[in-house]
């Protein structure tokens, strides 16, 4: 039985990955190496920019983390579609977190704007969703804004990330159209 709490430790966000918090066929977050926060530090239902619930994640990161040896050869630096990723990872977790019911995959992004990058001298990547909506049909979608920071300084800014928990994965594939 799922216990709603404020923060979650990195285990507990395994046993997210593992289908052990929010039950089986439900939302869960990716497991390492896709999992790209360790903790989620604050996740409420109400507050953030638009009154409706905010979530704040942390990544530590370390100079041999997978991605840097890989994005780019003598050049390193975190994939910008990680950090996107880690956001809708967060947006899965808080609908799960509410309730919703269902797996989860991302349906999209309004906006996306890189203005910075993410290096192996950073040490704490922060990752923010500040809920806009919520709609809770036969599929549950949230819809939020959302940024990273890296050391204090903000690298990318997104408008209206959006997941759906869907109560079946083969109804996600017929069903894009009228998201």
């Known amino acids: 039985m799922f216990t709603q709490k ?82 809708w990872q967060l947006l899965g977790f808080s609908l799960g977190w509410r309730g919703g019911q269902g797996c989860g995959r991302a349906l999209g992004a309004g906006e996306i704007k890189f203005t910075g990058q993410i290096s192996p001298q950073e040490r704490r990547v922060t990752y923010q969703i500040d809920l806009k909506r919520i709609i809770k049909r036969a599929v549950v979608i949230g819809i ?15 408008k209206d990330l959006r997941v759906g928990l869907f109560q079946n994965r083969e109804s996600f594939a017929a069903r894009p159209a009228e998201i």
């Open 6 to 87: 404020h923060a979650y430790d990195k285990n507990e966000l395994l046993n997210c990955g593992h289908g052990r918090l929010f039950g089986p066929g439900n939302a869960q977050l990716p497991l390492p190496d896709m999992l790209m926060f360790d903790r989620i530090v604050r996740i409420d239902d109400d507050g953030g920019q638009y009154g409706k619930g905010i979530a704040v994640a942390e990544l530590d990161l370390t100079p041999d983390l997978w991605f840097f040896k890989c994005h780019f050869e003598d050049d390193p630096v975190m994939p910008g579609c990680l950090g996107v990723d880690a956001l």
């Open 144 to 158: 939020a804004d959302g940024t990273v920071v890296a050391d204090g300084r903000l690298v990318y800014s997104c």
